[in-house]
């Protein structure tokens, strides 16, 4: 699915995958803190150990926040938040709160953008709006979904796959 890795080394480090609007597909190992991602293009994503990671803290210089996917490879719990992009947030066994974040909504008369979001063996709490789907396997705790309103409830792409807990 990648065509690079690059992992990061230190706290602080800065990390390009290409240049601008290049469309290669890199996936960015971060385990340490304050790793600034600078990325031109493409399907991209982050694998990290952090417990708490967002695709929205990425620093925005040019193309940066181009990244769509993060997954959690540490142990415990983990929090992920996606960005406006279509994003696959992957948990592992803590307790999870995964979440896809906010400007998932049809603009200019584009489609909507649709978020995936999985956990795990644990209880994990997911964050979706009107444009996600969770994927949770039976048997992997009691988890539960928070609802969002806003503006894509016009445009409903919710799929849940049971059993979770529903909340509003």
């Not at 469309?23 to 991602?37: D, G, M, P």
């Not at 040019?62 to 960005?83: Q, V």
């Not at 992009?85 to 803590?94: E, K, L, P, Q, V």
């Amino acid at each position: 699915m990648y065509d690079q890795t690059i992992n990061s080394e230190f706290d602080g480090q800065s990390l390009s995958g290409n240049g601008p609007w290049s469309f290669e597909n890199t996936l960015y190992v971060v385990n340490h803190n304050n790793v600034s991602i600078y990325d031109g293009g493409g399907i991209d994503g982050i694998e990290t150990s952090l417990n708490t990671y967002s695709l929205n803290s990425l620093p925005y210089q040019g193309s940066s926040s181009f990244i769509e996917n993060l997954s959690f490879k540490g142990t415990g719990n983990f929090t992920g938040t996606g960005n406006g992009y279509a994003n696959h947030i992957i948990g592992a066994s803590g307790d999870d709160t995964l979440d896809g974040g906010y400007n998932n909504y049809p603009y200019n008369g584009e489609p909507a953008v649709v978020d995936t979001i999985a956990g795990g063996t644990g209880n994990d709490t997911y964050m979706v709006d009107a444009n996600t789907v969770v994927i949770e396997n039976a048997g992997e705790g009691t988890d539960t979904v928070i609802f969002r309103s806003g503006p894509g409830w016009q445009h409903p792409h919710l799929l849940i796959y049971w059993p979770i807990t529903l909340k509003t």
